[in-house]
Structure formats: C-alpha cells, structure tokens
C-alpha cells in the first residue's frame, strides 16, 4: 500500500493506494481543524496514523500548494494557512516516522503525473494541467517525464502569467495575474462587487449551479468574463509550453460541461496558426484524487525502489 497526502487550500487530506493505483479509502479534514491545534505538526501526524491504522504501507508522497523544493521536501514559500508548514522537511519527518522513502512536491505537478499516468489517451506524451481552485496551478509532463525547470519553480507559474499588463498587482510581485481573474478567490471578489449573495458553503458551486437553472444578467456577465479570461490565459500557456492535451481540474471546473465548448470556440479564435485547432482542451478524468495519485507514484519513487504490494 502506498500513502497520499494533500495540503490543499482548504482541506488536508489523505489517501490509501494499492500498487496498482487503485484508491481503497480516503478521508478528509478542514485545515482549520488542524491549525486550531498547538503543535500543527504533531496534530498532522495523529490524524495520519489514525488514518492509517494497522495498514503498513510501502512509500508515501505528499502534495501541497505553494513553492515546493522537491529537492529537499519541503514547502519554501507560501500564503494564508500553508505558511504554518514553511520550510518544515516534511518529506524526511514522514519517513522517519513510518520508516518507507516518502517524496514531496507541488500539487499541479502531483496533478499532472496522476493524470498523466491513470487517464491518458493512447499516444499523448505531451500533457498540460491547470487547476482552478483557490489559485491556480499549472504543471506538465513532457515525453512522459514531470517538467522542471532550472529550479523548483520551473513549469508551474501559469497563475502568475499575466493576462492584463495594467490590472491589480499580484503577491508575486507581477500585475494582472491569469490567477487575480479565474480563481475562486477572483471569483469570490466578483460576487462580492457585484453585490451578489450567494449563500453556502462553497459559493463559488452555487454559481455555477444557478447558472443552469435560470438567467441572470449580472450572473451571465460574471460568467462571460470568466470564460474570456480563462481562454486567453490557457491560450498564453499552450503558446509557451505547446502541449498535445490541457486537462482542465479543481474545483471550479466540477461544472466544466458549462465552459469546455466556450473555452475551446475562444482559445481556437486566439491561437496562432499551428495549435488552432490542434490542441484537445477536457476536464480531467480523476478530479479531487489526481493529484493522490500522482503523489503516490511519483516518478522519484519509481525510478529509485522497488515495490511488492
């Protein structure tokens, strides 16, 4: 068996995986819930053991959001609730805890290689990722290997191309981020110029819910940008990374059926001459346990140990 870990946005959450890939349980707690504890770590490795049980496993990779150092386990620089697990070497405090080779990275690109790995269609080498949560990340597997850069940050800065050279400035430090107009944070900010009050647990699925069910002139013009800015930005990133396939992943796009055909009409009017038309734009076939999967079959685990189940 084999361990997933996730520090999303909002949830923490775990998963137990055969070697074949196939998903036996997973369970899921609020961050808050752990950041209420006095000692975070501590209160995140009773809630895994108690996930755990009896259940011996064989390796384990975690996915967070945030700037990952893959090289050494841990997350170097984030926002909001991840700051409280900032440069902890999470990837040696779990093996050394459960004694198995555990890996840690950036959760789009755990997203991406579950992808990749689990759901691809014949004869694609080349994949892009993007997830719209509460940012958005953005990772790719190219001639079936994760594409890194000359850093830990090479390959997954999609958020933060820009997509409007005078719009509001980004923590990154840039302005008009792709991430500043298609996440749910933008998407929360829109409802909320607009007065709107959609109230729920999560807003940002009542939206899109509400969509379906009756027309709105302020909710269909919230809809119409988000389409315009989410199409020139995947438009930016099939120019730069010249993928076969855009798996489009997260939350917002649990209700993708609205958007693929909008996205795919505007990004093929945008493209220039050899991606129109070339480039498949679809929902991701294994939504919430992607990046699971990808976390615990990482290539570094594969190409490094051998496995019995």
Known sequence: ???????????????????????????????????????????????????LGSEQ?????????????????????????????????????FSDEFSVPFIMDNDARCYAWGEWRFSRDQGINNLTVITFGTGIGCASVFNGKMLYGSDHLGGVMGGHISIDKNGPRCHCGNYGCFELYCSKNALLKQFSSHNLELIDDDPVKLFFSQLRKKNNKI???????????????????????????????????????????????????????????????????????????????????????????
């Not at 137990?16 to 209420?36: E, F, K, M, Y």
């Not at 315009?228 to 010249?242: C, D, E, F, K, M």
């Not at 396939?245 to 917002?252: F, N, R």
């Open 1 to 51: 068996m084999r361990l997933a870990i996730e520090f999303g946005g909002t949830n923490f959450k775990l998963g137990l995986i055969d070697n074949s890939g196939n998903v036996i349980r997973i369970d899921s707690i609020p961050l808050q819930h752990l950041i209420q504890e006095k000692n975070i770590l501590k209160a995140i490795l009773s809630y895994v053991n108690k996930f």
């Open 57 to 93: 496993i064989v390796c384990g990779g975690i996915s967070s959001k945030g700037l990952v150092d893959h090289d050494k386990g841990m997350v170097q620089d984030d926002v909001g609730e991840g700051k409280l697990i900032e440069n902890i070497p999470l990837r040696d405090i």
């Open 219 to 309: 909710k269909n013009k919230i809809f119409e940008s988000f389409i315009q800015h989410v199409s020139v930005g995947l438009t930016n990133i099939i120019h730069a990374y010249g993928p076969d396939v855009v798996v489009l992943g997260g939350g917002i796009m649990k209700s993708a059926d609205l958007m693929i055909d909008k996205i795919t009409h505007l990004v093929n009017e945008m493209a220039f001459t050899v991606p129109r038309g070339r480039i498949k734009i679809i929902q991701s076939k294994l939504g919430d346990t992607a990046p699971l999967l990808g976390a615990a079959f990482h290539p570094s685990l594969e190409k490094n140990h051998e496995y019995t189940i």
